[in-house]
Antibody, heavy 124, light 111 residues
Framework: QVQLQESGPGLVKPSQTLSLTCTVS??????????WSWIRQPAGKGLEWLGR???????NYNPSLKSRVTISVDTSKNQFSLNLRSVTAADTAVYYC????????????????WGHGTLVTVSS | QSVLTQPPSVSGTPGQTVSISCSGS??????????VNWYQQLPGAAPKLLIF???QRPSGVPDRFSGSRSGTSASLAISGLQSEDEADYYC??????????FGGGTKLTVL
């Protein structure tokens, strides 16, 4: 049973960096089969894809956030992480990590396992 | 403003069939690839994959849920509507700008 769990601070000050980690159990990131993504959802609003990372550390990002986002992977801990720089109140949202498509078809789309999500509030 | 357009709400009675539309463009829904997805989000929960590759169901998803595409639009149909189907539904697709785009979501109410 694949499970994902987000962790990190629930409160971040404006202009600082939001940092979250997703711990994967029941699957191995180092197997190199899947991409791993971050997706967020402001309260009462829709979903926004932030980007994805592969085992090698290579990543794809949402073009509108590319200048502020870094997604990295730590295969030794079976974790992948999100850093979002220079945050504002508009970055307040529930942040989800998800298992993405298989690397053998990189332009397929399939978020088939999700974490429960973690609320991050940007406020001074 | 979402790249993919969905109706904010739809409703139906138990046993009915309802359909949710997702309007996009030649850059996403009608692009070369068959990457349209549908997700169900129950209140307070994470989204769950319902449909991938336009009309494919993951293991465990009832065949009451079906997907289709016509031109620049996609649709999710739910037959034999049940009270537990009351949720928010989102469509998603790859865009030619190398971004995953979502619809704004549709709230399904079972009357």
């Amino acid at each position: 049973q694949v499970q994902l769990q987000e962790s990190g601070p629930g409160l971040v000050k404006p202009s600082q960096t939001l940092s979250l980690t997703c711990t994967v159990s029941g699957d191995s990131i180092s197997s190199g089969i899947y991409y791993w993504s971050w997706i967020r959802q402001p309260a009462g609003k829709g979903l926004e894809w932030l980007g994805r990372v592969y085992t090698s550390g290579s990543a794809n990002y949402n073009p509108s956030l590319k200048s502020r986002v870094t997604i990295s992977v730590d295969t030794s801990k079976n974790q992948f992480s999100l850093n979002l720089r220079s945050v504002t109140a508009a970055d307040t949202a529930v942040y989800y990590c998800a298992r993405d498509t298989e690397i053998r078809d990189p332009w397929d789309l399939r978020f088939d396992r999700w974490g429960h999500g973690t609320l991050v509030t940007v406020s001074s | 403003q979402s790249v993919l357009t969905q109706p904010p709400s739809v409703s139906g009675t138990p046993g009915q069939t309802v359909s949710i539309s997702c309007s996009g463009s030649s850059s996403n829904i009608a692009s070369d690839g068959d990457t349209v997805n549908w997700y169900q989000q129950l209140p307070g929960a994470a989204p769950k994959l319902l449909i991938f590759s336009i009309d494919q169901r993951p293991s465990g998803v009832p065949d009451r849920f079906s997907g289709s595409r016509s031109g620049t639009s996609a649709s999710l149909a739910i037959s034999g509507l049940q009270s537990e189907d009351e949720a928010d539904y989102y469509c998603a697709a790859w865009d030619d700008s190398l971004n995953v785009v979502f619809g704004g979501g549709t709230k399904l109410t079972v009357l």
